[in-house]
């Protein structure tokens, strides 16, 4: 199904720390150096009220552990891990290589980033520092082995915590040291000036390059900068961020060959690849921070949680952030109503994670973040609804062991590629309204909706394993990517592609032969021009069983070559044209979508195709109510969340015990608002 990617844990297991952290994680960012330390016994005395067993400290620490270039003090931090540890309480101690100080700014300041349009920027916030620094990654690499000669033995330490957030604030940077890093990159992978001049296409508009060091990051240029040289920076940013992670891993994999190392993810980050990250660390983790007020909230962080048990390769994560109310960066930072903390920490556990954490453990009193929620608020905490709520959370969680050997099953593929995210967005494009998110939603939630569980897959992985295997779109395509997808339909699999894919290669050039040229025998189709449609024009198709729905963005002239219309265009110039079609190539069926269609025609296409593949959800249940079930061998559990802010009846086949309350629970199981149980199969 997926394919493994170098992971530390045994491939038997399914937990992250079976002997590191005693059942699912349940803690937070834990930032002591901001309180007196006569504070500290009082945290770790409220970690212990509330079943906290993991803490993340140290992340933006660098200041106080090198106050001058070589000259360390950890004597806080001992005191710090001396008494977690006495609290039973382990740690994920970070490399504090997050936020460089102000002495190694003023020190390096050819370190700084600069962006594309040239603006250095300066300190006071975090991040300052250019990927390809070489200084900065010496300083790094100095600061984690200095962390790790010192505590690679603490009984406290259970995970490695490498930076925060790569590429969170400086994704990519511009500055003449990422120009040679570029050009050295570039090298290694064209090794001659003749293969990049082709891969580029810079016969176009007289680029041909005759010296590297002719070569600079796509800056800002008197028009359009060349795609395929700004897909190949992408690359390479991604690539060097990647770098400064694996610089410090390695020296930790050193001295602690056994303690597994992450860093944290941010759901669906486009400046990163995180097929390849995830391939390069030991435990996936992930910050979520849906917003309160977005009713669409629920399906976004489930969105993110899918992607994150598909890059651990279908095992368990770590939620390492999320808030316990507010979080202070939006225009408008709306609370977590009551319960909802509690029913979204439930909804990561229910999606494949075996831990869940906050940012942060105490709130701040100075910053930029000191009006984020945390789980100590500003007051007392007894006074604290949000205390009181994330207290029994963590009680709560110890009654969950036994969901730690499971994991969740889905038949339903859908492919993402970062790469092709990045060439798709980059312009010109036929319609500058091409979005990547928007079309992957578009294809998500519907089975979200219908309580379908979905892994997302690369292009190029093996897909035997799945039913249904949809892609939203692929536009940039490799060579070898199409025979896959035809093995995959041939072989008795039921395939769905979305518009504007198989359009380039993956140097960004044009497919010769007529679009999509790589999927025409797939398909069954002929596309002699693109489709965009202007603004957001709305049109109307028509299903072959006299259904109609709507559709804009984009609309297909599509001419068959063996494939049928399911839906036609119900109007305007294309108007009985195809705008569904249907092919079937050997055992199996492939499906052509060939406009954007809004989410009722969307639901009604794959509502007939999940019916055809008898794709059915765990249980029956009504809108608002997510359905998801983690199961191994003969023991199986399913999680029931209601999102809605109503009451709800749920009816099961029989009764079954819920899992937290030990007690049966009836065929008409009722649910308050955000409220869960989990059911044991």
């Not at 390096?108 to 990654?137: A, D, F, M």
């Not at 075996?354 to 905490?381: C, I, N, T, Y």
């Not at 794959?606 to 249980?619: S, T, W």
Request: hydrophobic letters at 40%; a negative charge; one cysteine or more.
């Amino acid at each position: 199904m997926l394919t493994s990617g170098g992971f530390w844990f045994d491939p038997d297991a399914m937990t992250i720390w079976p002997d590191k952290v005693d059942g699912l994680c349940f803690g937070g960012d834990y930032n002591p150096e901001q309180w007196p330390e006569a504070t500290w016994r009082d945290d770790v005395r409220l970690m212990r009220e509330a079943g906290v067993n993991l803490v993340t400290v140290g992340v933006f620490a660098w200041a106080l552990l090198e106050r001058e270039e070589g000259r360390y003090d950890f004597g806080w931090l001992d005191r710090v891990l001396d008494l977690l540890h006495e609290g039973g309480i382990r740690v994920d101690l970070a490399t504090a290589t997050a936020a460089p100080p102000p002495w190694f700014t003023r020190r390096y300041p050819q370190s700084q980033p600069v962006t594309r349009e040239g603006q250095l920027l300066w300190p006071g916030s975090r991040q300052l520092y250019c990927p390809s620094s070489p200084e900065y990654r010496a300083a790094a690499v100095r600061l984690a082995e200095a962390i790790a000669t010192r505590y690679g033995d603490h009984p406290a330490l259970a995970m490695w915590h490498v930076n925060n957030e790569y590429g969170c604030h400086v994704p990519a940077c511009y500055c003449d040291q990422s120009a040679r890093a570029f050009r050295e990159w570039l090298k290694a992978r064209y090794r001659t000036l003749e293969a990049l001049n082709e891969a580029w296409g810079t016969t176009f508009w007289s680029q041909i390059y005759s010296d590297w060091d002719e070569i600079n990051p796509p800056r800002r240029a008197p028009y359009l900068v060349n795609p395929s040289q700004e897909l190949d920076f992408h690359r390479f940013s991604s690539d060097a961020l990647l770098e400064c992670f694996e610089a410090e891993q390695v020296i930790l994999k050193q001295h602690t060959p056994d303690i597994p190392v992450t860093t944290n993810f941010m759901g669906f980050f486009k400046p990163c690849d995180y097929w390849k990250w995830a391939s390069r660390e030991d435990v996936v983790s992930h910050d979520s921070y849906p917003d309160p007020s977005d009713p669409e909230a629920p399906m976004e962080a489930a969105i993110s949680f899918d992607l994150m048990r598909s890059l651990a390769q279908g095992r368990s994560w770590l939620l390492m952030e999320q808030a316990s109310s507010y979080v202070n960066w939006r225009a408008q930072n709306v609370p977590k109503r009551p319960g909802q903390m509690r029913l979204w920490s439930y909804q990561a556990v229910a999606r494949g994670a075996d831990g869940v954490m906050f940012f942060q453990w105490r709130a701040s009193q100075a910053g930029a973040e000191k009006f984020h929620s945390a789980l100590v608020p500003h007051g007392p905490p007894q006074d604290s609804r949000v205390w009181g709520e994330a207290r029994d959370l963590g009680r709560e969680l110890k009654k969950l062991d036994a969901v730690l050997d499971t994991r969740v099953q889905a038949s339903v593929g859908v492919v993402f590629d970062w790469a092709n995210w990045w060439a798709l967005e980059l312009p010109p494009k036929p319609s500058a309204d091409l979005r990547m998110m928007e079309q992957l939603k578009a294809y998500y939630q519907p089975l979200f909706q219908a309580n379908i569980s979905v892994d997302f897959v690369r292009p190029q992985d093996d897909l035997s394993d799945y039913r249904l295997v949809m892609i939203p779109n692929l536009y940039l395509v490799a060579g070898h990517v199409p025979d896959s997808f035809e093995r995959f339909v041939s072989s008795g699999g039921t395939l769905v592609m979305g518009f504007f894919s198989g359009i380039a290669d993956d140097r960004d050039h044009i497919w010769p032969g007529g679009y999509p040229a790589p999927f025409r025998r797939l398909l069954g189709i002929r596309i002699d021009e693109f489709g965009a449609l202007a603004g957001r024009q709305e049109l109307e198709v028509e299903f072959a069983g006299g259904e109609r729905g709507g559709s804009d963005l984009w609309a297909d002239p599509i001419e068959l070559e063996g494939a049928e219309a399911l839906a036609t265009y119900a109007g305007g110039p294309l108007r009985g044209r195809p705008a569904l079609t249907r092919n079937r190539l050997g055992k199996g069926t492939v499906y052509y979508v060939g406009t954007h269609l809004k989410s009722e025609a969307m639901n009604t296409f794959l509502g007939r195709i999940l019916d055809e593949q008898a794709l059915r959800p765990p249980l029956d249940a009504p809108a608002g109510v997510e359905v998801v079930r983690r199961s191994a061998d003969a023991q199986s559990y399913v999680f029931i969340l209601n999102h809605s802010e109503d009451p709800v009846e749920v009816k099961l086949d029989r009764p079954l015990e819920d899992l937290l309350t030990q007690k049966q629970v009836p065929k008409i199981l009722s649910l308050e608002p955000y409220g869960l149980v989990i059911l044991h199969e």
